[in-house]
């Protein structure tokens, strides 16, 4: 086997123990169905959409092998990414051009998050440190009681910060003073990560371990509904793994959301209910088009679903065992990355291979969009930016 994929196959069957309990460091895609498990080897094809690279920078060390899913977020003109060695640094979009950097003591784990005029992000220690989005200077600390793997949300005057422990908690966006805080309890085994968090007006939707979507409200915690994404069914603790580890996706009033076990559905933001249910899906998360919901699976299959019916549009098997990341959508593409550093480029109208590039490294975390510019971190600290022509 070549060192890469052994260095894989390590990587996706180790467990830790994390805070009482065990998290399977699902870097590359978890479990697979096909006899080999060898990595699927990337066919020629001929282009159809031109990709050129605008810019590539270092933001500090990156992940490497915790399993993390870095990956930077885009607000107005700027990009703002943090490196588990490297602190937070913000950069022109288009340029990439550094505005300022926070050379962080903590280890970097979760975020940023950007809203309100503050990035905020969480550490393996449980620290959370708020910025000012302007020029980086320190605005407070606070701490949580394990370690921040999802991003922090920031609204209504307060961040919100999900914790790997399942606890949800809410700090005033001025002070760092903490307003309140929900527990959830967490399965035995879960995928290595925690479910980001989607904010509605005056709610916010969180997504569980135990494969669920609950809404809470922003002002006092109280939980409005809770739906399941999927239910944690199975003889053993690894066949009811149904983490829902990537913050929903919101479309007005309709949540996207997707679970490990294959499973995505569209759910009615006020009520809970569920409009639509597919057998497709992944702990990594959908991202939406306007017709569509893109979708990867632990094996690497994307997928294309129906907005309003969640019926199979495609599927595109070509990526199988090459731990395909969480899609993002540019201009008529959807983007991923993959195992070896490559980014692909699919057709929205029928998932074929668009266009192809390497950033190298292993790149676990979603890339992300703005003003058809698709951004994406690796796992050693390098960011790049693509541009479609």
Same mark, same amino acid.
């Given at each position: 086997?070549?060192?890469?994929?052994?260095?894989?196959?390590?990587?996706?069957?180790?467990?830790?123990?994390?805070?009482?309990?065990?998290?399977?460091?699902?870097?590359?895609?978890?479990?697979?169905?096909?006899?080999?498990?060898?990595?699927?080897?990337?066919?020629?094809?001929?282009?159809?959409?031109?990709?050129?690279?605008?810019?590539?920078?270092?933001?500090?060390?990156?992940?490497?092998?915790?399993?993390?899913?870095?990956?930077?977020?885009?607000?107005?003109?700027?990009?703002?990414?943090?490196?588990?060695?490297?602190?937070?640094?913000?950069?022109?979009?288009?340029?990439?051009?550094?505005?300022?950097?926070?050379?962080?003591?903590? $280890?970097?784990? +979760? /975020?940023?998050?950007? !809203?309100? *005029?503050?990035?905020? #992000? &969480? @550490?393996?220690? =449980?620290e959370v440190i708020a910025l000012d989005a302007s020029d980086g200077s320190e605005k407070w600390t606070a701490k949580v009681n394990n370690e921040v793997l999802s991003a922090p949300a920031i609204g209504n005057g307060m961040v919100f910060v999900h914790s790997n422990d399942g606890r949800v908690t809410a700090f005033d966006?001025?002070?760092?003073?903490?307003?309140?805080?929900?527990?959830?309890?967490?399965?035995?085994?879960?995928? $290595?990560?925690? +479910? /980001?968090?989607?904010? !509605?007006? *005056?709610?916010?939707? #969180? &997504? @569980?371990?135990? =494969?669920?979507?609950?809404?809470?409200?922003?002002?006092?915690?109280?939980?409005?509904?809770?739906?399941?994404?999927?239910?944690?069914?199975?003889?053993?603790?690894?066949?009811?793994?149904?983490?829902?580890?990537?913050?929903?996706?919101?479309?007005?009033?309709?949540?996207?959301?997707?679970?490990?076990?294959?499973?995505?559905?569209?759910?009615?933001?006020?009520?809970?209910?569920?409009?639509?249910?597919?057998?497709? /899906?992944?702990?990594r998360g959908a991202s939406l088009s306007n017709s569509a919901v893109v979708v990867t699976d632990k094996d690497g299959n994307v997928f294309g679903l129906d907005k309003n019916s969640g019926g199979s549009l495609w599927q595109q098997p070509g990526l199988l065992n090459r731990g395909v990341t969480a899609p993002a959508v540019?201009?008529?593409?959807?983007?991923?990355?993959?195992?070896?550093?490559?980014?692909?480029?699919?057709?929205?109208?029928?998932?074929?291979?668009?266009?192809?590039?390497?950033?190298?490294?292993?790149?676990?975390?979603?890339?992300?969009?703005?003003?058809?510019?698709?951004?994406?971190?690796?796992?050693?600290?390098?960011?790049?930016?693509?541009?479609?022509?």
């Amino acid at each position: 086997m070549h060192t890469t994929a052994k260095l894989l196959a390590t990587a996706i069957i180790s467990v830790t123990l994390v805070t009482g309990c065990s998290s399977v460091k699902n870097l590359f895609g978890g479990k697979k169905k096909d006899k080999t498990g060898e990595p699927a080897k990337l066919v020629e094809f001929t282009p159809v959409a031109s990709v050129s690279k605008l810019w590539t920078v270092s933001v500090g060390k990156g992940e490497k092998l915790l399993g993390i899913g870095q990956h930077p977020v885009i607000n107005g003109d700027h990009v703002f990414a943090a490196a588990v060695d490297g602190g937070v640094t913000a950069l022109d979009l288009h340029s990439g051009a550094t505005v300022w950097t926070y050379p962080s003591k903590a $280890r970097i784990s +979760g /975020g940023p998050g950007v !809203g309100e *005029g503050l990035v905020v #992000v &969480g @550490g393996l220690e =449980g620290e959370v440190i708020a910025l000012d989005a302007s020029d980086g200077s320190e605005k407070w600390t606070a701490k949580v009681n394990n370690e921040v793997l999802s991003a922090p949300a920031i609204g209504n005057g307060m961040v919100f910060v999900h914790s790997n422990d399942g606890r949800v908690t809410a700090f005033d966006s001025n002070t760092g003073e903490r307003r309140w805080f929900h527990s959830v309890e967490v399965p035995a085994l879960t995928v $290595r990560g925690t +479910g /980001g968090i989607t904010l !509605g007006p *005056g709610i916010l939707f #969180v &997504g @569980g371990d135990n =494969g669920s979507l609950t809404a809470m409200n922003m002002n006092d915690g109280n939980v409005l509904w809770t739906t399941p994404v999927a239910e944690p069914d199975g003889r053993t603790e690894l066949e009811r793994m149904a983490d829902v580890d990537a913050a929903p996706a919101l479309d007005g009033t309709t949540l996207y959301a997707s679970s490990y076990k294959n499973h995505t559905v569209a759910i009615d933001g006020p009520s809970g209910q569920i409009m639509w249910n597919s057998d497709h /899906g992944g702990a990594r998360g959908a991202s939406l088009s306007n017709s569509a919901v893109v979708v990867t699976d632990k094996d690497g299959n994307v997928f294309g679903l129906d907005k309003n019916s969640g019926g199979s549009l495609w599927q595109q098997p070509g990526l199988l065992n090459r731990g395909v990341t969480a899609p993002a959508v540019q201009g008529d593409y959807a983007v991923v990355g993959d195992y070896e550093g490559v980014l692909h480029w699919l057709r929205l109208n029928d998932g074929a291979f668009a266009a192809r590039s390497k950033l190298g490294g292993v790149i676990v975390g979603k890339p992300v969009s703005a003003d058809n510019i698709v951004i994406v971190q690796n796992n050693e600290g390098k960011l790049s930016a693509f541009a479609l022509q």
